[in-house]
């Protein structure tokens, strides 16, 4: 009888010991804040050919919006910050294998990407912004009835375009650029009235020079933009979402939105 209880002690503790190690491996939250600290840096995995959110310079060094912040970040975290370049149609792959601690790369929050991963606070929302020359009559989406409005070709300004049928169908033409200096370019020199463009970028461009472009307050939509990161991180998560605060409550965000894309346009 003797042994029966202690057996079946032990057969209760060991079931209790499975369920607890079930549950910590469940939540997989508590240690994840601790082991980047044992670690002393997260890598950040990005496209780095995205200006102004994470590209290379005359140097090759990585440079931009999303660097400065990550490299804020991890500054007052206490740990050091790598930039790991990842192919971008294998990088939510590439943070769920653990070859990445986070998405910091202009990535828009989506319900899809919500089954896969999970976001940071939105710390920056991006527009599809419609840019004029300064001197441009155009104040409004009214206005570019029967303009030449260009964008890039498979671009999100195209879908949004796309998405406004009433705009779309009031356009004498749609230009389709390559890329959105060649766009610019062209306003600038008069051969379309209008681009529309991803605000991050068209910020950053207009930025370089000023004087020439105005952007009017009339939009195509936003999109939010947040940290990428597993689900299983949720100690790492609120640790970044408490920092992000303290840098958009303290302005250390603004400054860094006005050296990348000329003004504040960080949410609050």
């Not at 310079?57 to 975290?77: C, P, T, V, Y």
């Not at 033409?173 to 605000?199: H, P, Q, W």
């Not at 970044?240 to 960080?266: A, V, Y």
């Amino acid at each position: 009888m003797k042994k029966k209880i202690i057996l079946l002690t032990a057969l209760v503790f060991l079931m209790g010991t499975i369920f607890t190690g079930c549950g910590q491996s469940k939540s997989g939250t508590d240690n994840s804040w601790n082991e980047i600290k044992q670690k002393g840096q997260f890598v950040v995995g990005l496209d780095d050919s995205f200006p102004p959110m994470g590209f290379r310079n005359d140097s090759g060094q990585i440079i931009g919006f999303d660097i400065d912040m990550a490299k804020e970040a991890a500054k007052r975290m206490g740990v050091k910050v790598v930039f790991k370049p990842v192919q971008w149609d294998g990088i939510i792959l590439s943070l769920k294998n653990k070859d990445i601690d986070l998405i910091w790369n202009g990535l828009t929050i989506t319900d899809k990407r919500k089954q896969q991963i999970d976001f940071s606070n939105v710390y920056l929302q991006n527009k599809q912004i419609i840019v004029t020359t300064k001197d441009s009559p155009i104040k409004s989406k009214k206005d570019l009835a029967s303009k030449v409005v260009g964008l890039q070709l498979g671009s999100s300004s195209e879908t949004a375009l796309n998405s406004d049928t009433s705009t779309k169908n009031s356009l004498k033409e749609i230009k389709k650029y390559s890329n959105n200096t060649e766009a610019l370019l062209d306003l600038k020199n008069g051969r379309v009235s209008a681009v529309i463009v991803d605000e991050v970028v068209g910020r950053y461009y207009i930025a370089k020079k000023p004087g020439v472009y105005k952007v009017l307050n009339d939009n195509f939509g936003k999109e939010d933009y947040g940290i990428g990161i597993r689900k299983t991180d949720t100690s790492f998560k609120n640790k970044l979402n408490e920092t992000l605060n303290s840098m958009k409550k303290d302005g250390t965000e603004d400054k860094i939105s006005k050296k990348w894309f000329g003004e504040d346009i960080i949410p609050h």
